[in-house]
C-alpha cells in the first residue's frame, strides 16, 4: 500500500479486512494537518452518496417528457435512488435536449470549486474536457479565493501566478528579513492546505527561525490569531476593511519624512507624483495622515508613525493575506501593499519588498520549481460566453443582462442547464438566500459529489463520485516537495464511480466516447499523463523516473533550484532587460489602462473608499476554517468535535457579549437584512471590539426548507454576506464586507440535519 495524497497533505492509508481505519501523517512532513484523521470515518459515513438520485418532481417531468417545464422545488423534495443507467440516460437525455434548444451556451459547466487532489481524476478537469468534447460551455474565470487581486497585478506589476511562483523563499527571509508586516496575519491553520498537495508543512517551522533570528513581527488583524506561530508578534487590531486607510497613511508619512526612495521609484515605477498629490491632499483636499487614518482603523496615530519609521529604517517585508481583497474594493489593499514595498524601494531584494499570500497556502515561499506535474488535455472550448466565477447568481437571475468586467461590455449568458462536479456553491457562494432563489431557474441541474452536501440536495440528478481513497492517480502541486503515486486503498463506497468513468459512460452515450476515452484504460492514462510532464519537468531542471519506478516508489522528490527564489530579483537587477509584463513595463503606482477604463469603484491608483453606512453594529469575518478545507469533511471529527452544541463556533468580544447578554458556549442567532444563521459563541479578547469571526464550511442547513429566507441552523455565514462584485474591474467575491447583528437564541435548540442523508425513496 502506498501513500495518498490531499490538499492538506500526505498520508499512508491503514486498511484492514478492505476497510480504512486510519490515514498516518507521512513520516517526512515536519507538520502534518490533523484535518487527514478525520477521513477514515467521514468516508462512509450516512453523508456519503452510494447511489445515483433524481429529485422527485424531475423524475415525474421526465417521465411526461417535459422536464424543462418541472416544477422547481430543489432542495424540498424527496430523491428518488435509480440505476446508473437510468441516471445516466436522463443526463445524456438532458444535454442533447438543452443543445438542441438552446444551443452549448446554455449550458454552465464553470463547475468552481476544489474537489479533491490527484491530477487525472481532478473533477473540473474532467468535466470540461467532457463538456469541450459535446461542443462546449459557459464558462466561468478567476476565483473565489484572488478575485480582485488575480484581475488587477497584471496591470500593475505581473500575473498573480507568477508572481506566486516566485514568492522569496522562506530560507533567504530567514537571513535577511529583519520585520515582517503581516496584513491578515500568517495564520498557521491556513498554511494546512495547498491546491493539489501539500506534502511537507512548512509555515510553523519558518515562523520559528525567522523569530529565532530576530525578525520582528507586526501582525495587522482585528484577530490576534493570525499570527499564532509566532506568540511575541505585535499585534495591531485593524478595523476590517480599513487596511488601505492604515496602509496610505503609511506612505503618507514616509512622503513627508522623505523616507521613500525616490531613485527606485523613478527607475522601476510610473505614476507615482499623481499618487503622491492624492496622499498630500491636492486631488480631494484631505491628506492621508495617521490622524486620518485613526479614524477610520482604530490604530492610533502614535501607532502609524512608529510603524512607518520601523518599516522606512528596517529590511521590510510587507504581506497581505487574500482575506483582505475579497471585499468591495478588494484591489486597494493589493495595490497598496505594492505600492507601499515600492517606496520602500526594496523590492527584488532578499528579504524586503512583498508578498501576496504568504501564509495562505503552503507552499508559497517553499522556493521549490513551480512544476506541477501532469494536465488532463481538456479540449478547445468554441463557446465564448463567460462570466466572472463570483458573478454565478447574477447570472442566473438576469440572462441577457448587461456587466462590466476588467475594461469590458459582457452579457450574461441565458442558462438552462447548469452541470457542477467538484465544488460547492451553496458553500462558497454569497447571500445565500438569493442563490437557493436563483438555483429555481435552470431546467436541469446535474451533480457529481461523494457527500450530501446542499449542492448535491438541490440538485435534479446526483451522481455519486469516488474519493481520491477509491481510485489510482498521481498527487502533484506546483512548489510542493513531493509527487505522489495515489494508490486506491479501498473498493468504492456503495455505487460510486469516478467522475472519469462517469463522463466516459455519458460520452459514449452521446456518440463521442472513443474521443473522449482516447482508448485508454486508467493505468495507461496516468502514464500517459506523466510521460507528458517529462519534457516540462526539464525545463525546470527536473528529471523524472520512469512512470514504472515512480509508481513502485509512490514518491518521487522535486529537487530543489540551485538558486535561491527572490521575488522580482532580475528586474531589479535590469529592468530593461527583464521588464514587467505591464503596458510599462514598470511597476504601475498609476494605471493609465485601468483609468481608461473609467470606475468610479476602481480609479487609476489607489484610493481609499470610506464604506457605506450600515445600520448593523458588527462586523463579520468570515474566513478559512482551520478544522477543514472549506466545507470538505466539515462531517469529519476533528470539524465536528469543534462546534458549540453543534454548531460552528464564532469568535466575540466580551464587551459585544455583554451588552447583549450572551454568554461564553451559549447559541446566538447572527442575521442581517439577507439572511440568518445560529452560531456557537466563543468569548475572546483575542478579537477587535465590534468584530466577530466565524469560518466558512458548516454545511448549508435551513431551519425549514421550503420556507425562503429560512434560518440556517447550522452556522453558515453566507446566509448574511453581500453578493457584490469587488469592483466593475474585477467582480470578485466581497465575502468579508458584512455587517450584522447578534442576539441570544432562546428556543429549543434545532437537531442539526445536514450530515444525514436526505428523504431518500
Ligand atoms: N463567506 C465566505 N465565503 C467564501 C470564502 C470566504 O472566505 N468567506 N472563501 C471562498 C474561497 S477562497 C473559496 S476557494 C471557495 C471554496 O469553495 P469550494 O471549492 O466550492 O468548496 P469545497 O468545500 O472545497 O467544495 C468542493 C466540493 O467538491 C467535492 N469533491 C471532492 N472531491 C471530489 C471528486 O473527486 N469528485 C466530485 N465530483 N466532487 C468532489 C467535495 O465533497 C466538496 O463538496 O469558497 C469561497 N467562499
Ligand atoms: N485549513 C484551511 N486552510 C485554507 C483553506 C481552508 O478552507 N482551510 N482555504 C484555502 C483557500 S481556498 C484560500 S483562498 C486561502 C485564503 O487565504 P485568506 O483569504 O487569507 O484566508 P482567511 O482565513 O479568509 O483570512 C486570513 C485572515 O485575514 C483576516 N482578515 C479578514 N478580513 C480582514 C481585513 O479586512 N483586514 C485584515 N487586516 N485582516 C483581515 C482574518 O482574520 C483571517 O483569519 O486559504 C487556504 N487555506
Ligand atoms: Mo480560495
Request: net charge negative.
Amino acid at each position: 500500500m502506498g501513500f495518498t495524497s490531499t490538499h492538506w497533505g500526505v498520508y499512508r492509508p491503514v486498511v484492514e479486512s478492505g476497510r480504512l481505519q486510519a490515514l498516518e501523517a507521512a513520516p517526512w512532513d515536519r507538520d502534518p494537518s490533523p484535518i487527514g484523521a478525520s477521513l477514515p470515518e467521514a468516508i462512509t459515513a450516512a453523508a456519503r452518496i452510494r447511489r445515483p438520485a433524481v429529485r422527485e418532481g424531475f423524475l415525474r417531468a421526465a417521465e411526461r417528457g417535459n422536464t424543462a417545464a418541472s416544477p422547481r422545488r430543489r432542495g424540498q423534495e424527496a430523491l428518488v435512488e435509480v440505476p446508473w443507467d437510468e441516471a445516466l440516460d436522463l443526463v445524456a437525455a438532458e444535454l442533447q435536449r438543452v443543445r438542441a434548444a438552446h444551443g452549448n451556451e446554455a449550458i454552465f459547466g464553470g463547475s468552481y470549486g476544489w474537489a479533491s487532489a490527484g491530477r487525472f481524476h481532478h473533477a473540473q478537469g474532467q468535466l470540461h474536457r467532457f463538456l469541450n468534447g459535446f461542443g462546449g460551455y459557459a464558462y466561468g474565470v478567476d476565483t473565489y479565493s484572488l478575485g480582485a487581486g488575480r484581475v488587477l497585478l497584471p496591470h500593475i506589476v505581473g500575473s498573480m501566478d507568477t508572481l506566486l511562483q516566485q514568492h522569496t523563499s522562506w530560507d533567504v527571509l530567514e537571513q535577511h528579513c529583519e520585520l515582517f508586516v503581516a496584513f491578515g496575519g500568517l495564520p498557521l491553520k491556513n498554511a494546512q492546505v495547498s491546491p493539489g498537495g501539500a506534502s511537507d508543512h512548512q509555515l510553523r517551522g519558518a515562523l520559528q527561525r525567522l523569530a529565532q533570528g530576530g525578525t520582528r513581527f507586526v501582525n495587522i488583524s482585528p484577530v490576534r490569531g493570525d499570527l499564532d506561530g509566532v506568540p511575541e508578534a505585535e499585534w495591531l487590531p485593524v478595523r476590517p476593511g480599513s487596511d488601505t486607510a492604515l496602509m496610505l497613511a503609511l506612505a503618507q508619512v514616509w512622503l513627508s519624512e522623505g523616507w521613500h526612495d525616490q531613485a527606485f521609484l523613478d527607475r522601476y515605477t510610473v505614476g507615482f507624483e499623481r499618487f503622491a498629490d492624492y496622499l498630500r491632499g491636492r486631488v480631494d483636499g484631505v491628506a492621508k495622515t495617521p490622524a486620518w487614518a485613526t479614524e477610520r482603523t482604530g490604530i492610533s496615530a502614535t501607532s502609524i508613525t512608529a510603524l512607518a519609521q520601523r518599516m522606512a529604517h528596517s529590511r521590510t517585508l510587507i504581506n497581505t493575506a487574500y482575506a483582505l481583497q475579497r471585499a468591495r474594493h478588494g484591489e486597494q489593499p493589493f495595490w497598496m501593499t505594492v505600492v507601499l514595498a515600492a517606496m520602500l524601494g526594496q523590492i527584488g531584494l532578499p528579504g524586503g519588498g512583498f508578498g501576496l499570500g504568504y501564509g495562505c497556502m503552503n507552499n508559497t515561499g517553499s522556493g521549490r520549481a513551480p512544476f506541477s506535474g501532469p494536465r488532463l488535455p481538456q479540449g478547445s472550448n468554441p463557446v465564448t460566453a463567460y462570466i466572472p466565477v463570483a458573478r454565478l447568481v447574477d447570472m442566473l437571475l438576469q440572462p441577457g443582462a448587461a456587466f462590466e468586467y476588467n475594461g469590458r461590455h459582457l452579457r450574461y449568458p441565458d442558462i438552462r442547464l447548469v452541470y457542477w462536479a467538484g465544488g460547492n456553491p451553496f458553500h462558497h457562494h454569497q447571500d445565500l438566500n438569493r442563490t437557493v432563489a436563483a438555483w429555481q431557474r435552470p431546467e436541469t441541474i446535474v451533480v457529481h459529489e461523494p457527500f450530501w452536501t446542499a449542492s448535491a440536495r438541490h440538485a435534479d440528478i446526483v451522481l455519486p463520485a469516488t474519493t481520491p481513497l477509491e481510485r489510482d492517480d498521481i498527487g502533484s502541486a506546483a512548489s510542493d516537495r513531493f509527487m505522489v503515486a495515489m494508490q486506491a486503498a479501498i473498493a468504492p463506497v456503495g455505487e460510486a464511480r469516478d467522475d472519469y468513468a462517469i463522463f466516459a459512460a455519458l460520452a459514449e452515450r452521446l456518440g463521442f466516447g472513443a474521443h473522449f476515452t482516447e482508448g485508454r484504460s486508467v493505468p495507461q492514462w496516468l502514464e500517459h499523463l506523466y510521460e507528458g510532464s517529462r519534457e516540462r519537468a526539464a525545463a525546470h531542471g527536473i528529471t523524472l523516473p520512469g512512470f514504472a519506478a515512480f509508481w513502485q516508489q509512490g514518491l518521487f522528490e522535486v529537487p530543489q533550484p540551485a538558486q535561491p527564489t527572490v521575488l522580482l530579483q532580475e528586474f531589479r537587477a535590469d529592468p530593461l532587460a527583464h521588464p514587467l509584463p505591464t503596458p510599462s513595463g514598470r511597476i504601475e503606482i498609476h494605471s493609465d489602462t485601468i483609468a481608461g477604463f473609467d470606475y468610479s469603484d476602481c480609479p487609476g491608483h489607489p484610493v481609499w473608499f470610506e464604506p457605506e453606512a450600515s445600520a448593523w453594529p458588527l462586523h463579520l469575518l468570515s474566513n478559512q476554517p482551520a478544522t477543514r478545507l472549506h466545507s470538505q469533511y466539515d462531517h469529519g471529527a476533528l470539524s465536528r468535535d469543534s462546534k458549540i452544541a453543534g454548531r460552528e463556533p464564532m469568535q466575540m468580544h466580551p464587551a459585544d457579549a455583554a451588552a447583549r447578554g450572551i454568554a461564553d458556549g451559549s447559541v446566538v442567532r447572527v442575521y442581517n437584512q439577507r439572511g440568518a444563521f445560529l452560531a456557537g459563541v466563543r468569548l475572546s479578547t483575542g478579537i477587535a471590539p465590534g468584530v466577530l469571526q466565524i469560518a466558512t464550511g458548516a454545511w448549508y442547513d435551513p431551519l425549514d426548507p421550503a420556507q425562503p429566507g429560512s434560518l440556517d441552523k447550522h452556522g453558515n455565514p453566507n446566509l448574511t454576506t453581500p453578493d457584490t462584485g469587488s469592483s466593475r474591474l474585477s467582480q470578485g467575491c466581497s465575502a468579508q464586507s458584512t455587517t450584522v447583528e447578534v442576539a441570544p437564541w432562546t428556543e429549543p435548540l434545532p437537531d442539526i440535519s445536514a450530515f444525514a442523508p436526505p428523504p431518500l425513496r
